[in-house]
């Protein structure tokens, strides 16, 4: 390792002094453990999302082998949550859940996936859930792991994506019998039969993004090395009429990784997202190269002081495992943090049994120090799927965790330094949240952009308000940037307040 690369990760080990970290409050909530057999090694997420129209984020988590279950919100000052699931969210073999509001009548539903038939639930009044039944929708048995969703241009319907892991039926298995991820496009007012896009190399994350920002979002496939074993690699597919994968000729770097998790941001300000990937061993920070005018992303990890390799705390050696990984400004400086989810996969030897979750927190020079254990969230459980996000409207984000074998877990985020706007986007036709649309924000430290997709993550993702921090500046300038193309004027808006934009 070269000398540079040594201090910068040593430098990564606490937190900077002119960099306070945020503090989390875990609280109490009715027990939820996600478990099971090999095949629910994996997955573990939570969707986050509004059911009831109060305005407060509900959970719906996946139980693996025991059944999933719906955490109302009930928080005032402080949070809390009660257990109330609905019939049709009971359920078992549940892997992971996304929040979409499929059919644009305001209420959101959710795609579920499991190990057997996924599931599309038409989301009604008071939390309560249904099959869809008129879209023809039609789903085998599969064990899925990812899921992302985008409209494509002049469709009412999203397009969807699951993305498959292993074929567990495959007799030559487990082993180089990667499941392909399956595109259903609409087709009238359904879907048609599912495209498999083939090559599949055991993804366990998914993410439709418009990456260079022309109007398509293409979508990015991370997959697992442990299982495609040899030949396989990231993916990148253009969705065209025939869906084609990016090679090299167009700019798309190969590269191999156990990949878990997908997170997109913008953090250079340059407009166009970058990415955060989940592995064993080392995670990868890619920087979008606007230079190339291809999807290239160069690898940062070093650079940034992102590799969050092996643990941080706990005096377990050997290398981490992550999975869930999210953007977000958990202390409002300003800057986008990095959450990761950290787990062995069950008793791998070769990796660390003791391995806390990781919250890096961004310098102002774009490096990364890590401050999970000052903030109090390094759980040593063996976490999968999680959420930052705030979940009681207060400017701060706080925290969710799943984790396998052990309960869930909420984390309220207490601290009070920074201030903040919540965006709140919306338009009055199909794709009611604006997917694929930009929100873009400006002040006095900087420029910010922030692309609306459903996917990524680790088997769970977040539907609702969005969330800027902005460090000590009062106020604001923002506008949208809508799906069809349209901009809407730059607005300027005081700090610590919902702002709602509507097209």
Known sequence: MHRECALLLASATAVAADQPAPSFQQIEVAEHVYDGGWEHFVGGGVAVFDCNGDSLPDLFAAGGSNPSQLFRNTSGGDLSF?????????????????????????????????????????????????????????????????????????????????????????????????????????????????????????????LFSDWARTGRADLRVSNDRHYYVRGGQEQLWAMEAEPRLYTEDDGWLPYSIWGMGIASRDLTGDGFSDVYLTSMGDQKFQVFDPSEDSPTWRDATYEKGTTAHRPHVGGDGRPSTGWHAQFGDANNDGLDDIFVT???????????????????????????????AKAGVASMAKSRGGA??????DGQLDLVVVNRGAPLEVHQNTTTAGNWVLVDVSQNTSNRAAVGGFIEMRMPSGFQTREITIGGGHAGGTSGLHHFGLGQAEAVELRMIWPDGSTGDWQAYDANQIIRLDH
């Open 388 to 393: 930052l996000v705030d979940l009681n409207n």
């Open 82 to 206: 009660r257990v109330d699931t609905p019939e049709a969210l009971s359920l078992t073999g549940v892997t992971g859940a996304y929040p979409l509001d499929i059919d644009s009548d305001g209420f959101q539903d959710l795609a579920v996936l499991r190990v057997g038939e996924d599931l599309l639930l038409r989301g009604q009044p008071d939390c309560q859930f249904t099959p869809f039944a008129d879209l023809n929708f039609q789903s085998d048995d599969h064990w899925t792991t990812g899921f992302s969703a985008t409209w494509e241009d002049g469709e009412t319907l999203p397009t969807l994506a699951f993305g498959t892991y292993v074929d567990r039926y495959d007799p030559e298995g487990p082993f180089e019998t990667c499941g392909p991820t399956l595109l259903y496009r609409p087709k009238g007012s359904g879907y048609a039969a599912p495209v498999p896009l083939e090559p599949g190399y055991c993804s366990l994350s998914i």
């Open 342 to 372: 950290k787990g062995n996969v069950e008793q791998m030897p070769v990796a660390a049994l003791n391995d806390p979750n990781n919250l890096m927190l961004q310098q102002p020079d774009g490096s990364f120090v890590e401050a999970a």
